[in-house]
């Protein structure tokens, strides 16, 4: 009795009948679907028209409803249509469908030089409210600083030792490595170019001040903007979707002081540590480098690097550390505590920490750059 | 349309599933029959969900065979595999819709993979589905972070029936609504097992459901089914476990 589905149309007298036959499931329903559209244009006609489907061998709600969509369109006008032979076993399925409104019409929305502007000007409009929430996060981790001072209990070592661990410990080899041939290259590129003009041994001094200025720290901020910031943001992000956040609220927990204080303390621990890691790393390979491709030897290097650079290069380099890691933690939390019910708000987060983090970072740089120019250090 | 013992429409055969050193499930077998709602019950932890998990092949297990439609799942082909599962529908526990589709986009998922017809059927199926879980059609457009636990459930098994299949699996529907919504949701299961010819294995501890909607209860302990059968079988039962569950103190309250 099943096969493939048809509608054949048998006339009785002066009434037509529509007579399903075969297996009226999904599994068919592009065929059903043409073949309803196909009788539905007997709508209007004078006859009047009954559907038939005791010889139906299968029902689903597919084959139901397109049973009640042809009803209902050969319905509008003066002819009623009916539906006959319909077996006990599938006519509360059609009750069911029968409930069923037309569709409301579902509104798409269309792209528009209006709906463009209007999404420019709301980006733009964002941009202050993204750093009126970077100030409300600075102020919010400086308050529960300030309770944590006085509260000097309240304070979450384990908590802080475990981020510690997470974004410094298991961050040495991957940033030591980095650094480590950033200082190789910049030692290569130097020399190769510095040689036409047979000035060689420059290469110490600029890799001396690069790295220890701006090349250390900048590239750590950035890596761990990368590793440590996306992580904070997934972390917070997931805790928040899943109402940990909220959790923790109603228990009167801070979540600002339990999950954020931390974090924000781990990452200003540690960056100086890493920049001061890279550092090292990478004139250890510029170094290298320099020994055994530019011919310097580790002596006239070394007291070359003497002469070329002085502490104040290396108080320049480390005291944007600490900075730069407030700056990544609290970009971090803000864009994890603001993410939404779905997957994709996380995703979109996260993407989010990771660029306005570089991007702060870079603008960071640059401040500094004029500061450190206007004191003359 | 039931009870076709030869032909259970799940078989499954001595299977066996270990994490680690812990044997959740000991040379397990069940037969569920066609067009039955098989209640699936057993203490918290004894891996009911593991089971159900292990049929629908998202735990792996170290031995055992387990039968779908007839077809073998460990030596079926990709596209055998893909036509059984094509034919079953899936309500998770916690729901598991799609977070960043709206409640229509979720139902219409599997019918735009499976399925080709156009927007306008998959638009009115998906409110006749709506309509058939008890929901109004103004959900459709929400987000599943929108919607309360209980409209989470119905939309879930508004998901699952979505390619109208022929054998559902539902883990613990019932669990965090409210003993009305509970008792709709049974009524539901049960309306749609007759209309729409469905088999059900419910993994459920809501004594509601057993007595109003199941055909039969297997009873999991200790890796093994201890018990199958009726509602009756299963109060005449001297296991202690069932003598506790059906003869505690709610299971009076529910029978009165």
């Known amino acids: 009795m099943s096969g493939e589905p048809k509608l054949e149309r048998i006339a009785k007298g002066n009434a037509l009948a529509l007579c399903a036959t075969g297996t009226w499931t999904a599994s068919f329903a592009p065929v059903l679907e043409r073949m309803v559209a196909d009788a539905e244009k007997l709508a209007g006609g004078p006859q009047s028209i009954f559907i038939d489907v005791s010889e139906v061998a299968k029902l689903d709600t597919f084959g139901a409803w397109l049973i009640e969509r042809l009803r209902r369109s050969l319905t509008q006008g003066p002819i009623e249509a009916q539906i006959a032979g319909l077996s006990a076993n599938y006519s509360s399925l059609v009750d069911e469908v029968r409930r069923v409104r037309a569709t409301p019409v579902v509104e798409t929305s269309t792209i528009t030089i209006t709906g463009m502007l209007d999404q420019i000007g709301r980006t733009v409009a964002g941009l202050a409210g993204t750093v009126a929430g970077l100030v409300d996060m600075l102020g919010a981790v400086l308050a529960a600083g300030g309770r944590v001072l006085i509260h000097p209990r309240s304070f979450r070592l384990t908590s802080t030792v475990h981020h510690m661990e997470q974004v410094c410990w298991r961050a040495v080899p991957i940033i030591v490595l980095i650094t480590f041939l950033i200082g190789c290259i910049i030692a290569q590129q130097g020399i190769f170019h510095f040689r036409r003009f047979g000035a060689d041994i420059f290469v110490v001094d600029m890799l001396g001040v690069l790295v220890l200025r701006e090349i250390g720290v900048l590239l750590v901020a950035i890596m761990v903007a990368g590793r440590s910031g996306s992580a904070y943001t997934a972390e917070l992000g997931s805790m928040k979707m899943r109402e940990e956040i909220d959790a923790l609220r109603t228990m009167g927990f801070d979540p600002i002081e339990v999950l954020v204080l931390p974090r924000m303390l781990a990452l200003v621990l540690a960056l100086p540590i890493l920049a001061f890691l890279g550092a090292m790393a990478a004139l250890y390979g510029g170094g290298l480098v320099a020994w055994l491709y530019g011919g310097v030897d580790p002596e006239a290097f070394l007291s070359r690097l003497r002469d070329a650079i002085s502490i104040d290069h290396f108080i320049v380099g480390m005291v944007k550390a600490p900075v730069m890691a407030a700056v990544i933690g609290i970009v971090a939390c803000v864009e994890g505590l603001a993410v939404q019910g779905s997957a994709e708000s996380l995703g979109q987060h996260t993407t989010a920490s990771v660029v306005k983090g570089i991007f702060f970072v870079i603008v960071m740089d640059g401040v500094f750059a004029i500061f450190f120019a206007s004191i003359g250090m | ?256």
Not at chain 2, 89 to 99: E, K, R
Not at chain 2, 133 to 148: D, N
Not at chain 2, 207 to 218: E, P
Request: with cysteine; hydrophobic share 45%.
């Open chain 2, 1 to 256: 349309m039931a009870g076709d013992i030869e032909n259970p429409i799940i078989r499954v055969r001595d299977i066996t599933v270990q994490f680690g050193a812990t044997r959740v499930l000991d040379g397990l077998n069940l037969d569920v029959k066609r067009g039955e709602i098989l209640g699936f019950v057993g203490p918290s932890g004894a891996g009911k969900s593991v089971l159900t998990r292990t049929i629908i092949g998202l735990v792996p297990k170290v031995a055992g065979s387990i039968e779908v439609f007839g077809v073998d799942l460990d030596a079926s082909s990709t596209s055998q595999r893909r036509n059984v599962e094509r034919r079953w529908g899936v309500l998770f526990q916690q729901g598991a819709l799609f977070s960043s589709l709206t409640v229509r986009q979720n139902i219409q998922f599997p019918m735009r993979e499976y399925l080709r017809v156009s927007q306008r059927l998959m638009d009115e199926i998906t409110m006749a589905k709506l309509a058939m879980v008890g929901l109004k059609p103004e959900v459709a457009e929400r987000f599943p972070s929108e919607l309360s636990g209980g409209m989470i459930k119905r939309v879930a098994l508004a998901r699952a029936l979505s390619l109208d299949p022929d054998l559902v699996f539902l883990d613990e529907p019932t669990s965090g609504l409210d003993p009305i919504g509970a008792g709709d949701f049974d009524e539901l299961v049960r309306t749609l097992q007759r209309t729409l010819g469905l088999t059900v294995f419910m993994v459920t501890h809501d004594l509601d459901s057993l007595y109003t909607a199941c055909d039969r209860i297997a009873v999991l302990g200790n890796g093994k089914i201890i018990a199958a059968g009726s509602i009756a079988d299963m109060q005449a039962s001297q296991h202690p476990w069932l003598r506790q569950y059906f003869h505690g103190k709610r299971a009076r309250a529910v029978m009165s």
